[in-house]
């Protein structure tokens, strides 16, 4: 017996028409996807927990704006992404953040690995027993290397680094060409590469 797909499009319908288990599920089969854009603008599981409901709540109050241009998920993520840079602007402590190379508070979380940051998966190398020690020092390194990237080079590595969206998704929520997202990511690990032979770590980089 077949099972027949509904897709978003149907859901969008039937919420505009006052269904919410419609919504309901939009929300689950979206709720990771629009965390990860959080957590990744935020670096808080707080205070994304905060903009994913914000987000949510947005995008049902904007249903009847929803042309289909894009993808939902697309438009969702675009609401997601502007929700938490307003948010992100609002607090103080995550521009520091963000942006300190000292700050010990910098974590950006992944929602698989509960207090793994992603700026630390992403600079993971797997260390051996015989290397743990140079391996922590190069980490930090390289998470170093990512705060000091500028917000448009960091906040375009991180949402790529994630695995979870496409350029093209990365686009809609940067609001920027899809061409200019691939430049982004590149010079991003261009710059940490560059930081990295600058400090002895030249077989890494």
Known sequence: MSTVCVTDADLVARARQGDPAAFGELIDRHRVAVYRAALAALGSHADAEDALQEAFL???RRLDSFRGDASFKTWLLTITWHQAINRRRSLIRMFRRMVDLGGAGDRV??????????????AAIGPSPEQAVA??????????SIRALSPKLRDALLLAQSGAYSYEEIGAMLEAPTGTIKWRVSEARKAIKKRLRERGYGDVA
């Open 135 to 144: 391996d922590e020092q190069l980490r930090r390194e390289i998470q170093q």
């Open 109 to 122: 979380e992944s929602i698989e690995h509960p207090g793994v940051s992603l700026i630390e998966q992403v």
């Open 58 to 60: 947005a995008a049902y």
